[in-house]
């Protein structure tokens, strides 16, 4: 079965940088754009980011562009987020998913999505 793990959240002072990584097994990874959401308390979920399969095509959410890069390594079946100048309002819950084709179509919606990491907290402290 597919599985999704997400892992290197953690607790940063505001400026500082944090990397997530995410292990996907069970699926060909290459196949299947892959993408970062976050959860805050009492908000919807939102697109952070996404990767098409190739790597080649990456998108951002206004609020992160600049300060994070997504990234993927095909032959380790791992996707990435570098998150740099971390800002209090990026404290949520984040998600890692793949989305159910090889390219990145309304990527911020979850509504395109197969697969769900459990998620890893990110926590800034101001």
């Known amino acids: 079965q597919v599985q999704v793990v997400e892992s290197g959240g953690g607790l940063v002072q505001a400026g500082g940088s944090l990397r997530l990584s995410c292990q996907v097994s069970g699926l060909t990874f290459d196949n299947y754009a892959m993408g970062w959401f976050r959860q805050a308390p009492g908000k919807e979920r939102e697109g952070v980011s996404c990767v098409g399969g190739s790597g080649f095509r990456t998108y951002y959410a206004d609020s992160v562009k600049g300060r994070f890069a997504i990234s993927r390594d095909n032959a380790k079946n791992t996707l990435y987020l570098q998150m740099n100048n971390l800002k209090p309002e990026d404290t949520a819950m984040y998600y890692c998913?793949?989305?159910?084709?090889?390219?990145?179509?309304?990527?911020?919606?979850?509504?395109?999505?197969?697969?769900w990491g459990q998620g890893t907290q990110v926590t800034v402290s101001s």
């Open positions: 998913a793949a989305y159910v084709i090889g390219y990145c179509v309304s990527w911020s919606s979850t509504s395109n999505t197969k697969y």
